[in-house]
């Protein structure tokens, strides 16, 4: 599985924008995909995930900012921010993964983020 991850820049506080991860490969076995994000000096953290099913699931600190959605037929996740925060500044990396005999994981290239004050 390859991911292409899209989107990133630098943006105001109160701003918007939207990534993009393309999924292509053996995507047939995917269980769900999602975007964690790292900012400089902490843990990689999930940020919203969204199963096959259609499920999504969010961080507390994002939820009700930030929506994550999927088109099929494009193998492509989104995840709209809005309202923005300077403590939402991190690199966004787009995940998917599959349940198998075991979970495997497969990550995208980062995309940095930038939140002004």
């Known amino acids: 599985v390859q991911l292409q991850a899209s989107g990133g820049g630098l943006v105001q506080g109160g701003g918007s924008l939207r990534l993009s991860c393309a999924a292509s490969g053996s995507i047939f076995n995917i269980n769900g995909m999602g975007w964690f994000r790292q900012a400089p000096g902490k843990q990689r953290e999930s940020v919203a995930r969204i199963t096959r099913a259609g499920s999504t699931n969010y961080a507390d600190s994002v939820r009700g900012r930030f929506t994550i959605s999927r088109d099929n037929a494009k193998n492509t996740v989104y995840l709209q921010m809005t309202n923005l925060k300077p403590e939402d500044t991190a690199v966004y990396y787009c995940?998917?993964?599959?349940?198998?005999?075991?979970?495997?994981?497969?990550w995208g290239q980062g995309t940095q983020v930038t939140v002004s004050s």
């Open positions: 995940n998917a993964y599959s349940l198998g005999v075991g979970r495997s994981d497969y």
